[in-house]
């Protein structure tokens, strides 16, 4: 098959990627304001699109991270091929997840499917174990840090309105919320949006089309916020319903902590060039802030049920994407 042929395909699934991350995982930007009401879903979809499609164009270190840390592309004899298993693989996982309404990570499908694929092909000695364990640590660390900024920025909250007026302090937050929600939409893009736009540049390098992963074309970033921006558009409300109401009920001041808790956390990594899952570290601020609440309103049995998600996602893209590489391989 033409390389040109291959290149189109990859550039196909990683917007197909992008759009389906819009909806997967954006539905955790807005799941809080829509829950309190804040915000109604129209509204939250429209700014959150927005939002996304602004931070998406505005950087682009993780997108440098996702597409020469794990493996060069350069020297894999059959590049293309493996970035074509690794999407499809990652697909396959985030269409799963969302059906079930499942908050899992966009990020740890990708990395995993990438990893998976890459040592199908070239074996372990292709990867980059340092870009890889470092962009682990990435993973396994921000939520960690959400959890205890979510629990630390509501419990100051609680103490600061603690003789406050409840129905004053709801009125209140629920109007930063809107604030909130821009904020978290904006990291969103800034930072998941990237991993599509470091996808298609790993396929550009291995097609020989640019010599290096440390330029992102204008079209690429351009094309991959828009397919985020038309992902989020169509919303995705089963995820929403999970994280805005079934941890825990969730009160304007709590969505306020919790948004403004991830947001930072992502935003950071960005800056650092970092890729984070954005679900992970949505859904640890929104358990921290719960857990400063109440401990025991906190449905721990469903977080139980989404920590194991994120646990077994990257094993699982690996195992498939190298699976979907050897059969491709067939057809090579």
Same mark, same amino acid.
Do not use: C
């Given at each position: 098959?033409?390389?040109?042929?291959?290149? &189109?395909?990859?550039?196909?699934?990683?917007?197909?990627?992008?759009?389906?991350?819009? +909806?997967?995982?954006?539905?955790?930007?807005?799941?809080t304001?829509?829950?309190?009401?804040?915000?109604?879903?129209?509204?939250?979809?429209?700014?959150?699109?927005?939002?996304?499609?602004? &931070?998406?164009?505005?950087?682009?270190?993780?997108?440098?991270? %996702?597409?020469?840390k794990?493996? #060069?592309?350069?020297?894999?004899? *059959?590049g293309?091929?493996?970035?074509?298993?690794?999407?499809?693989?990652?697909?396959?996982? #985030?269409?799963?997840?969302?059906?079930?309404?499942?908050?899992?990570?966009?990020?740890?499908?990708?990395?995993g499917?990438l990893? &998976?694929?890459?040592?199908?092909? @070239?074996?372990?000695?292709?990867?980059?174990?340092?870009? +890889?364990?470092?962009?682990?640590?990435?993973?396994?660390?921000?939520?960690?840090?959400?959890?205890?900024?979510g629990?630390?920025?509501?419990?100051?909250?609680?103490? /600061?309105?603690?003789? @406050?007026?409840? *129905?004053?302090?709801?009125?209140?937050?629920?109007?930063?919320?809107?604030?909130?929600?821009? +904020?978290?939409?904006?990291?969103?893009?800034? #930072?998941?949006?990237?991993? @599509?736009?470091? %996808?298609?540049?790993?396929?550009?390098?291995?097609?020989?089309?640019?010599?290096?992963?440390?330029?992102?074309?204008?079209?690429?970033?351009?094309?991959?916020?828009?397919?985020?921006?038309?992902?989020?558009? /169509?919303?995705?409300?089963?995820i929403?319903?999970? $994280?805005?109401?079934?941890?825990?009920?969730i009160?304007?001041? #709590?969505?306020?902590a !919790?948004?403004?808790?991830?947001?930072?956390?992502?935003?950071? @990594?960005? $800056?650092?060039?970092?890729?984070?899952?954005?679900?992970?570290?949505?859904?640890?601020?929104?358990?921290?802030?719960?857990?400063?609440?109440?401990?025991?309103?906190?449905?721990?049995?469903?977080?139980?049920?989404? /920590? $194991?998600?994120?646990?077994?996602?990257?094993?699982?893209?690996?195992?498939? !994407?190298?699976?979907?590489?050897?059969? %491709?391989?067939?057809?090579?």
């Amino acid at each position: 098959m033409d390389i040109y042929i291959w290149v &189109g395909i990859v550039i196909f699934l990683a917007l197909a990627f992008d759009f389906i991350n819009g +909806f997967h995982d954006t539905a955790n930007a807005i799941a809080t304001s829509v829950s309190t009401r804040a915000l109604s879903p129209r509204m939250a979809i429209i700014l959150a699109s927005l939002m996304n499609f602004v &931070g998406a164009v505005m950087f682009t270190g993780v997108a440098k991270t %996702i597409g020469g840390k794990i493996a #060069n592309p350069a020297n894999l004899d *059959h590049g293309l091929q493996v970035v074509v298993a690794t999407l499809i693989g990652a697909i396959a996982w #985030n269409l799963l997840t969302w059906w079930f309404g499942i908050p899992s990570s966009s990020s740890h499908a990708l990395i995993g499917a990438l990893t &998976g694929a890459v040592v199908s092909s @070239a074996g372990f000695d292709a990867i980059n174990s340092k870009g +890889f364990i470092d962009i682990l640590k990435a993973l396994i660390f921000s939520p960690l840090i959400a959890f205890a900024g979510g629990f630390i920025v509501m419990w100051i909250l609680k103490q /600061i309105f603690a003789k @406050a007026n409840p *129905h004053q302090i709801n009125k209140g937050f629920r109007s930063g919320q809107i604030l909130t929600a821009a +904020f978290q939409s904006f990291t969103h893009g800034t #930072n998941d949006a990237q991993k @599509a736009m470091g %996808i298609i540049t790993f396929a550009l390098v291995a097609a020989e089309i640019q010599d290096t992963t440390d330029y992102i074309p204008l079209w690429v970033k351009l094309s991959a916020a828009t397919a985020m921006a038309l992902g989020t558009s /169509i919303g995705g409300w089963k995820i929403i319903k999970t $994280m805005g109401t079934k941890i825990f009920k969730i009160e304007p001041i #709590n969505g306020f902590a !919790a948004d403004i808790t991830s947001a930072t956390v992502i935003l950071t @990594a960005t $800056m650092t060039h970092l890729p984070v899952s954005t679900t992970h570290v949505i859904t640890s601020s929104i358990l921290g802030v719960g857990s400063a609440k109440r401990f025991s309103a906190v449905k721990w049995d469903l977080a139980g049920r989404i /920590i $194991m998600s994120w646990i077994i996602t990257i094993p699982i893209t690996a195992v498939l !994407a190298a699976l979907l590489y050897q059969l %491709i391989a067939l057809f090579i």
